[in-house]
């Protein structure tokens, strides 16, 4: 397995295509709960060109009946990002001060339930993300109300 560089250009420039609108290529996942983990996986997979296609724990969308977890649910990502050994983008867990353009932050419940998933599109003067569900493109961190956040460094790609 080869690791790559994660393309952030190509990351934030589909986030700037496609953040006010829906690519037709995917199913909108906003009537059965929200399209913001499905948005932020395109946008990880124009920056990393590879999917992981290991059944459950997998990274991949082929239909919306065919597609893992991780591709739409906002801590299966979390979780796949984190500890994704194989074929696909791969995360650390870093402060928000380390974030740079096509990371990922995911918001957090004071419960500690992550329900939401952003993708970094700038970082200077302030943090600026694009979003689903409620769809935003390079809104303030700072306008979200949220308990808690995971912010995500895409580290690399792995490619068989």
Same mark, same amino acid.
């Given at each position: 397995?080869?690791?790559?560089?994660?393309?952030?250009?190509?990351? =934030?420039?589909?986030?700037?295509?496609?953040?006010?609108?829906?690519?037709?290529?995917?199913?909108?996942?906003?009537?059965?709960?929200?399209?913001?983990?499905?948005?932020?996986?395109?946008?990880?997979?124009?920056?990393?060109?590879?999917?992981?296609?290991?059944? =459950?724990?997998?990274?991949?969308?082929?239909t919306a009946?065919?597609?893992?977890?991780?591709?739409?649910? =906002?801590?299966?990502?979390?979780?796949?990002?984190?500890?994704?050994?194989?074929?696909?983008?791969?995360?650390?867990? =870093?402060?928000?001060?380390?974030?740079?353009?096509?990371?990922?932050?995911?918001?957090?419940?004071?419960?500690?339930?992550?329900?939401?998933?952003?993708?970094? &599109?700038?970082?200077?003067?302030?943090?600026?993300?694009?979003a689903h &569900?409620?769809?935003?493109?390079?809104?303030?961190? /700072?306008?979200?109300?949220?308990? /808690?956040?995971?912010?995500?460094?895409?580290?690399?790609?792995?490619?068989?």
């Amino acid at each position: 397995m080869r690791t790559l560089p994660y393309d952030r250009a190509a990351a =934030v420039a589909y986030a700037r295509r496609w953040a006010l609108g829906r690519n037709p290529a995917y199913y909108n996942f906003d009537p059965l709960g929200g399209d913001c983990t499905n948005f932020i996986s395109q946008c990880l997979y124009a920056g990393s060109g590879q999917m992981n296609y290991t059944p =459950v724990t997998g990274w991949y969308y082929i239909t919306a009946d065919r597609r893992t977890a991780a591709w739409t649910g =906002v801590p299966y990502l979390q979780r796949f990002l984190l500890t994704n050994g194989g074929a696909g983008p791969f995360a650390r867990a =870093v402060s928000v001060s380390e974030l740079q353009p096509g990371d990922v932050i995911q918001l957090a419940d004071a419960g500690g339930g992550f329900y939401h998933s952003l993708l970094v &599109t700038a970082v200077s003067p302030q943090i600026l993300v694009a979003a689903h &569900t409620m769809d935003a493109l390079d809104r303030p961190l /700072a306008s979200y109300g949220f308990a /808690a956040a995971q912010y995500l460094h895409i580290a690399g790609v792995r490619r068989p």
